[in-house]
C-alpha cells in the first residue's frame, strides 16, 4: 500500500537541499537516508534519500543525483510516496494509519449506526472523520479521545460519544437571553 509521507517545498541552499512538508508521524523512519520513495508525479521519481536534517524547525532533505538548486527547483510540490505493508502498525498504541480508519462503521456507544468513514482530514488543531451517513449526507466528527472513544480494528468499527448536536440537531443551547425571555412571558 502507497502512502504519502511528505511533499517537497521550495529549494533550501545552491547545494540541492529541499525543505519537506512532513505528513507522516514517523519521518524518522520514512525520511530516513538510504529510503527511496516513490513520487507523483511519478516522472519525478523515484527518489532515493541522501541526507536529512533539521534547519530553523524544518526537514531539509538532499536526495541523490540532485547536487544543484535548479534540481532541487525542479522538484517543488512533488509528493513522496513510501511503500507500506497493509499489515503494518504505527509504534505508538491509539495511534493509526488513514487506511486502517477509512470504511471502519461509525456507531454511538449504545449501538446506534452513524455511518462510515470515507475520510480523516488532518487538521492542524485535530484530526476530523468524515463520515457518510446512511441517507448519503455527510458528518464531521473531531477524532478526539472524549468523542471517539474505541476504534475496533477486529469488528471495523469507530465507537463514538457525540456531544449534543454533533450527529443530529438536539444541541442544546445555553443562552441568558433565552432565560430571560421565559421570565418575561410568566
Same mark, same amino acid.
Given at each position: ?23 507522516? #508521524? ?19 521519481? @523515484? ?9 530553523? %524547525? ?6 541523490? %543525483? ?17 511503500? +507500506?505493508?497493509?499489515?503494518?502498525? @504505527? ?6 494509519? /488513514?487506511?486502517?480508519?477509512? /470504511?471502519?462503521? +461509525?456507531?454511538?456507544? #449504545? ?22 451517513? @446512511? ?16 476504534? #475496533? ?8 460519544? @457525540? ?17 430571560? #425571555? ?5
Amino acid at each position: 500500500m502507497q502512502l504519502v509521507v511528505a511533499r517537497i517545498g521550495r529549494a533550501h541552499g545552491i547545494k540541492g537541499e529541499v525543505t519537506v512538508e512532513v505528513r507522516t #508521524d514517523e519521518p524518522e523512519l520514512r525520511l530516513a537516508p538510504g529510503v527511496v520513495l516513490a513520487t507523483d508525479p511519478a516522472s519525478t521519481g @523515484p527518489l532515493t534519500i541522501a541526507t536529512g536534517r533539521v534547519h530553523s %524547525g524544518r526537514l531539509l532533505l538532499r536526495f541523490e %543525483g540532485v547536487d544543484d538548486r535548479n534540481a532541487a527547483e525542479a522538484l517543488r510540490n512533488t509528493l513522496l510516496i513510501a511503500e +507500506v505493508d497493509p499489515e503494518e502498525l @504505527p509504534e505508538g498504541e491509539d495511534e493509526y494509519y /488513514d487506511h486502517q480508519l477509512i /470504511d471502519l462503521d +461509525v456507531v454511538t456507544e #449504545d449501538g446506534a449506526e452513524v455511518g462510515r468513514i470515507t475520510e480523516v482530514s488532518h487538521l492542524p488543531s485535530q484530526d476530523l472523520f468524515i463520515v457518510e451517513r @446512511p441517507d448519503g449526507s455527510e458528518v464531521m466528527i473531531p477524532f478526539v479521545e472524549e468523542i471517539v472513544t474505541e476504534i #475496533d480494528l477486529e469488528e471495523q468499527r469507530a465507537v463514538i460519544a @457525540p456531544p449534543p448536536g454533533l450527529i443530529d440537531d438536539q444541541a442544546e443551547i445555553a443562552s441568558s437571553r433565552g432565560a430571560a #425571555d421565559s421570565k418575561d412571558a410568566s
